[in-house]
């Protein structure tokens, strides 16, 4: 197995590093210097080879006359106070300690896989609502109004005769929604979002009909909004909440019964000698668990429960042939077996030389030049059937590793004291096995947050943030070498995006974070990732001036993560290279971090997005200070955007011309 080679941080020129000590011992007002932080190029990299990051003088120092010696340190001044020993939420525990699969769960095995202990979380939200909530009555509607309108000339529109409303599951709930102006003129109106099963439907008359029949599992308080448009100014707008209480009737078999359907499982293609897991579940509108059967299975097939679930099955074979497998899926209704929903599944079975390619491999060629070639990890790929394939290309062709769901907050914290470690341990375990570097993502990001979040006051987020950041970097330290500290902090329009976190910390909730990253994993190369920043958008025009102010308060920020979801149109390559360039300029180092190249029209072919792949590297190759290259996902099966094909692998693994555009760019000097 080629090795990884080694990633480490470079730092901001001198006359920066002086700034930051000026500002750092002005702003300080503490004289707690003594606990631990890491400037020290603690241990890292020596026991963990897939992770080599080792302190090294800058690699390219003739590059930037203005580097300072590689001395990590910052000033002791620029510590954050002590996190709190008592944590503002509760800190893992045992409990959430994953442990060994011994199960036929999962399609690997490569490396050893462990899981979280079986437990169901279901995160209430956070917005839940009660009797006193309903029983207060119809909410004020919400104005808004464009910049600078006027609204003292101008009535907003509202709704006629409109209060809060009970029905019983198994009934139908019509709400007629009226919409008036005093200034005369006909408003228009939308709905923000509708329960499933509902519909809005125009009565030709200026009034709408908000029509549903909730069932079993909607019983409770819910809302819906509907929002009025001025007739004359579109965005002056008045929204609508109006509550709606569910009510469980007597006789429950007045509520009908709809039959099941077998979630969707998608076609997938393995090779021969693989072991192929599939997990099976089915839904019902009804809020019952169907259960399912596989009255066919393929030859020497196990079919068992879940290991948690019990409403999911798994089936497991490893076939010996190339062909076609089929088997049919049937969820039967957990009240009425009579009811059923059924699907058929089908995989392509082809021998493993198939997908021998020719030439070298990507990583071999990346590794020969000291680059790091990268793509992001499809959270539990494990558990798809084709996941031997998966991993075995992913440690063939990849020096490095990217978490693209199993770091997120939501998903590793859901609640309070509540952690799911296994996944990015996961990652971990992979990346060792295949001796890649691993790119943690994201630290903080404005999605994917757990509920909990969302009400929690804000005066206590920026410890919330601080632990988290702490948490992870505790967890991960050793084996990740560069982090996402920041994601996705400036609006489309530019400025600062109005996130949970902005709104309670202002700007320097980005500082804040960069710091603690810095002490919680010394050695970390930290990054602040956007997108639609490579090339002039209103974003860039403030990333730059943002990364100056970063750079003079001190924020240890060792590079600017660049996302680059593109399309196979993308022509804007002269502006890539100069932004990557004024980043450099700045001491900066540069990583495409998640590139994925989407076919968005039939003009456009795959040799188009071969092209656009081909020069983003190229761009990267020649800017010294680019140091990695990743793409976001590898295979059209699980792109994030897979109906746009946007990866270098198609579905069925195959390589795309995107494929050998890399490889021959990356052999080329
Ligand atoms: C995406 C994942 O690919 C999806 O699976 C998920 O549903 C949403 O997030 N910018 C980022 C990534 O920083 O975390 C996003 O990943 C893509 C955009």
């Known amino acids: 197995m080629p090795t990884a080679p080694v990633l480490v941080k470079t730092f901001v020129p001198a006359i920066i590093s002086l700034m930051m000590v000026a500002a750092l011992s002005a702003c300080s007002g503490s004289d707690d210097n003594s606990s631990a932080q890491g400037n020290q190029n603690p241990d890292i990299g020596t026991d963990s080879p897939s992770v080599p990051v080792e302190p090294t003088t800058d690699s390219d120092p003739g590059n930037d006359p203005g580097s300072a010696p590689n001395n990590p340190s910052l000033p002791s001044a620029n510590l954050l106070p002590p996190l709190p020993a008592t944590p503002l939420s509760p800190a893992p525990g045992p409990d959430d300690e994953p442990t060994d699969v011994n199960r036929p769960v999962t399609a690997i095995n490569r490396f050893f896989l462990v899981e979280d202990p079986p437990r169901r979380i279901e995160p209430v939200s956070a917005f839940a609502l009660n009797d006193d909530d309903f029983n207060a009555g119809t909410p004020e509607p919400v104005i808004s109004a464009p910049n600078g309108f006027d609204t003292t000339t101008n009535a907003a529109p509202y709704f006629d005769g409109i209060s809060n409303r009970e029905v019983f599951a198994g009934q139908t709930l019509e709400v007629l929604f009226r919409p008036l102006d005093d200034d005369g003129g006909l408003p228009g109106m939308f709905p923000n979002s509708l329960p499933e099963g509902a519909s809005f439907s125009d009565n030709f008359n200026g009034t709408k009909t908000f029509r549903w029949m909730p069932l079993q599992g909607d019983v409770g308080i819910t809302t819906i909004t509907i929002t009025a448009v001025d007739s004359e100014e579109p965005f002056y707008r008045s929204a609508q909440t109006i509550l709606i209480r569910v009510n469980e009737p007597e006789d429950l078999s007045t509520i009908p019964n709809f039959p099941p359907v077998v979630n969707n499982v998608r076609n997938h293609t393995v090779r021969v000698g693989d072991p192929v897991v599939f997990e099976l579940k089915g839904s019902d509108r009804n809020s019952t668990y169907p259960t399912v059967e596989v009255p066919n299975p393929p030859p020497g097939a196990t079919v068992v429960p879940h290991y948690i679930f019990d409403e999911v099955t798994v089936l497991r074979f490893t076939p010996d042939e190339p062909g076609v497998v089929e088997f049919d899926v049937v969820a039967r209704d957990a009240d009425d077996p009579s009811l059923t929903g059924s699907s058929t599944v089908s995989?392509?079975?082809?021998?493993?030389?198939?997908?021998?390619?020719?030439?070298?491999?990507?990583?071999?060629?990346?590794?020969?030049?000291?680059?790091?070639?990268?793509?992001?990890?499809?959270?539990?790929?494990?558990?798809?059937?084709?996941?031997?394939?998966?991993?075995?290309?992913?440690?063939?062709?990849?020096?490095?590793?990217?978490?693209?769901?199993?770091?997120?907050?939501?998903?590793?914290?859901?609640?309070?004291?509540?952690?799911?470690?296994?996944?990015?341990?996961?990652?971990?375990?992979?990346?060792?096995?295949?001796?890649?570097?691993?790119?943690?993502?994201?630290?903080?990001?404005?999605?994917?947050?757990?509920?909990?979040?969302?009400?929690?006051?804000?005066?206590?987020?920026?410890?919330?943030?601080?632990?988290?950041?702490?948490?992870?970097?505790?967890?991960?330290?050793?084996?990740?070498?560069?982090?996402?500290?920041?994601?996705?902090?400036?609006?489309?329009?530019?400025?600062?995006?109005?996130?949970?976190?902005?709104?309670?910390?202002?700007?320097?909730?980005?500082?804040?974070?960069?710091?603690?990253?810095?002490?919680?994993?010394?050695?970390?190369?930290?990054?602040?990732?956007?997108?639609?920043?490579?090339?002039?958008?209103?974003?860039?025009?403030?990333?730059?001036?943002?990364?100056?102010?970063?750079?003079?308060?001190?924020?240890?920020?060792?590079?600017?993560?660049?996302?680059?979801?593109?399309?196979?149109?993308?022509?804007?390559?002269?502006?890539?290279?100069?932004?990557?360039?004024?980043?450099?300029?700045?001491?900066?180092?540069?990583?495409?971090?998640?590139?994925?190249?989407?076919?968005?029209?039939?003009?456009?072919?795959?040799?188009?997005?071969?092209?656009?792949?081909?020069?983003?590297?190229?761009?990267?190759?020649?800017?010294?200070?680019?140091?990695?290259?990743?793409?976001?996902?590898?295979?059209?099966?699980?792109?994030?955007?897979?109906?746009?094909?946007?990866?270098?692998?198609?579905?069925?693994?195959?390589?795309?011309?995107?494929?050998?555009?890399?490889?021959?760019?990356?052999?080329?000097?």
């Open 347 to 669: 995989t392509t079975v082809e021998a493993a030389a198939e997908f021998v390619l020719p030439g070298k491999r990507l990583r071999a060629l990346a590794g020969e030049r000291d680059f790091h070639l990268g793509f992001a990890a499809l959270q539990g790929f494990y558990h798809q059937a084709d996941g031997a394939l998966y991993s075995d290309l992913a440690g063939l062709e990849f020096n490095l590793v990217s978490t693209e769901n199993s770091m997120k907050w939501g998903y590793i914290n859901p609640e309070p004291g509540t952690f799911r470690w296994a996944d990015a341990d996961n990652v971990i375990a992979f990346a060792k096995h295949y001796n890649q570097v691993v790119h943690g993502h994201p630290m903080i990001w404005h999605r994917q947050l757990p509920l909990w979040l969302y009400e929690t006051p804000t005066n206590t987020l920026q410890g919330h943030m601080r632990e988290f950041i702490d948490r992870l970097a505790q967890r991960y330290g050793d084996d990740v070498a560069i982090w996402d500290v920041v994601n996705e902090p400036i609006a489309d329009e530019g400025g600062f995006r109005p996130s949970l976190w902005f709104n309670a910390m202002g700007e320097d909730y980005i500082d804040i974070a960069f710091r603690q990253a810095r002490e919680s994993d010394p050695d970390g190369i930290l990054l602040l990732n956007e997108y639609d920043i490579a090339w002039d958008t209103p974003k860039t025009a403030t990333l730059f001036p943002l990364l100056e102010s970063l750079q003079q308060k001190g924020t240890p920020l060792d590079g600017v993560g660049f996302q680059l979801h593109i399309d196979a149109k993308f022509d804007l390559f002269d502006e890539v290279e100069a932004n990557f360039q004024r980043a450099a300029d700045m001491g900066l180092d540069i990583y495409v971090t998640e590139l994925d190249v989407a076919i968005t029209d039939a003009d456009t072919t795959e040799a188009d997005q071969a092209n656009v792949y081909e020069r983003i590297l190229d761009i990267c190759l020649r800017q010294p200070r680019c140091k990695a290259l990743q793409l976001w996902g590898f295979t059209d099966q699980y792109s994030w955007r897979r109906g746009q094909s946007p990866l270098v692998f198609d579905a069925a693994y195959k390589p795309k011309p995107a494929y050998f555009a890399l490889q021959r760019r990356l052999g080329e000097d």
